[in-house]
């Protein structure tokens, strides 16, 4: 199993421009979500889903679009990259969302000039 | 408003010397307690879930313990390879998210 992985690894956005982060799971876990980190902060909740077709706003939700076609992928969309988005993303994913291990991916490094 | 609140911000230990790192907690009806290792460019690797207090629980050299308002990392002997930042979140029944601490960096040296 590869886990939760994240492509790419590290982009560099112009202000305005617009991309999409790529999470892909293969532990067939219903539950995937979005997490921002920055430094002298913990991580916040984007977004999450608890299956396909099902998504739900979190804590800092704006300026990112999600989508969840199917189990396994969870791609996140800027849609206008602003410099405020310059942050460490992390995807994760756990069995059903309960109270059981959340596996996390990688991370992407995302810097808007 | 659920909180979690880690101290110290960072740690220096002498391989050996053992300690603890704190995590303190306000949550609407608590479903777990997490704790995670994350090394420097990498995502937070999975330690330890807590549901209820007075639960521990052992993996290596880290115990973690839980109290109805905080929880502990006990770090015994500890080695450099157990470098790196401890993170502690907690999942409130009513909803999803983990709401992580800022973290605790520890650094053991030789």
């Known amino acids: 199993n590869a886990g939760v992985t994240q492509t790419p690894k590290f982009q560099v956005l112009k202000t305005g421009q617009s991309m999409t982060l790529q999470c892909a799971q293969d532990?067939?876990?219903?539950?995937m979500s979005w997490y921002r980190q920055d430094p002298g902060m913990g991580l916040r909740l984007i977004h999450y889903?608890?299956?396909?077709?099902?998504?739900d706003q979190g804590e800092v939700p704006n300026g990112y679009n999600v989508s969840r076609s199917t189990t396994e992928d969870f791609p996140l969309r800027l849609l206008s990259a602003a410099p405020s988005q310059t942050s460490v993303y992390f995807c994760?994913?756990?069995?059903?969302?309960?109270?059981?291990?959340?596996?996390f991916g990688p991370g992407t490094r995302l810097t808007v000039l | 408003e659920d909180q979690v609140t880690q101290s110290p911000e960072a740690l220096r230990l002498q391989e050996g010397e053992s300690s603890s790192l704190n995590c303190s907690y306000t949550v609407s009806g608590l479903r777990g307690l997490f704790w995670y290792r994350q090394d420097p460019g990498k995502g937070p690797e999975f330690l330890f879930t807590l549901y209820s207090a007075g639960e521990e629980k052992e993996k290596e050299r880290l115990k973690a313990t839980l109290t109805k308002k905080e929880s502990f990392l006990h770090i015994t002997a500890p080695k450099p390879e157990d470098s790196a930042t401890y993170l502690c979140a907690v999942q409130a029944n009513s909803g999803y998210a983990l709401n992580f601490g800022k973290g605790t960096s520890l650094l053991v040296t030789p």
């Open positions: 532990m067939n876990h219903e539950y």
């Open positions: 994760a994913s756990s069995y059903d969302g309960g109270a059981n291990e959340q596996f």
């Open positions: 889903s608890v299956g396909a077709g099902i998504t």
